[in-house]
């Protein structure tokens, strides 16, 4: 697990991470490496290292991620009072997937179709650090995740939000209701007159001002996707799709927790400032 989230977070290869270890054994060791005979560790090739990790599948890697969104919680990193949920597609790396389906690209995309999954988040707005993700094919619509995702937040994470914001795809009354009565939180849904024919009568959950304010899981996927090759990741099928994920978030959180760690705050963000702190720290 310690060498596939150095791969992600240093955006490696099974090849340099196998040269990187190797050049610098007091990494190995820190990794956890058993020494061999001459002293040196024992360092996995690039096949074992592929190996291992299609052998673990995705469950070692979602734990890795709530243990650290339970870190960051206890250390107060983020109070999870101000959330929001959506999703982004996912672009399967081979049209031959065996998992992967077509389904309605967003608004701002190229092309109307898109053949891969899609990942629903829960963001913190305050810090911008991802809670919780599910992760669907393309053609599944978005709202029946929006409440497992909250609930689940409730069980292993014990949040108690304020706010929850969501787009115009996630109105529905009972939705709202279950929100406002079970969680005691605000909803912000824009009115979609598509899935409600008549208004009347029903009270206004959100304002331009408001909704202004989900831009922030935008921004989140867009430096995801982006720095950590996620749009379109050169892995296929559910399981190696959902270890992906779930390694990048983690590495998200991993950069986070060094941030606020040594005392910046304001690069928890911003990862590739955070290594380079860290690597001037090092080496001095």
């Known amino acids: ?10 955006r490696l ?11 610098w054994p007091a990494l190995a060791l820190a990794c956890g490496l058993p020494p061999g005979p001459e002293g040196r560790p024992r360092v996995p090739s690039k096949a074992q290292q592929s190996k291992r990790l299609r052998a673990a599948g995705a469950p070692p890697s979602e734990m890795l991620f709530l243990l650290l969104v339970r870190a960051g919680l206890c250390m107060g990193l983020t109070c999870a009072r101000d959330l929001i949920v959506d999703s982004a597609p996912i672009l399967a790396w081979r049209r031959t997937d065996p998992d992967a389906a077509v389904g309605h690209a967003p ?11 899609r990942v629903h ?3 913190c707005r305050g810090t911008g650090l991802p809670l919780l993700f599910r992760l669907s094919t393309a053609k599944v619509h978005d709202t029946p995740f929006a409440r497992p995702l909250l609930e689940l937040a409730l069980h292993l994470l014990a949040v108690r939000p304020r706010v929850i914001r969501l787009d115009a795809g996630y109105w529905g009354l009972k939705l709202i209701a279950w929100i406002h009565g079970a969680l005691g939180a605000r909803a912000v849904i824009p009115w979609n007159p ?4 008549r208004r009347d009568g029903l009270p206004p959950t959100w304002t331009a001002e408001e909704l202004g304010k989900r831009t922030s899981i935008e921004r989140f996927f867009g430096r ?5 090759r996620l749009q379109r990741p050169p892995v296929y099928g559910w399981s190696a799709i959902e270890t992906r994920v779930a390694r990048t978030y983690a590495a998200v959180w991993v950069i986070a927790l060094v941030a606020w760690q040594v005392g910046h705050p304001d690069l928890i ?16």
């Open 1 to 10: 697990m310690l060498l596939a989230l150095l791969r992600t977070l240093w």
């Open 13 to 23: 290869s099974y090849q340099e991470v196998y040269d990187w270890l190797c050049a």
């Open 107 to 117: 608004a701002h995309h190229p092309r109307p179709l898109l053949l891969g999954y």
């Open 121 to 123: 988040t829960l963001l």
């Open 194 to 197: 598509k899935r409600q024919k």
């Open 224 to 228: 995801v996707f982006v720095f950590f």
């Open 269 to 284: 963000r911003s990862p590739r400032r955070v290594l380079a702190h860290v690597w001037d720290g090092l080496a001095a």
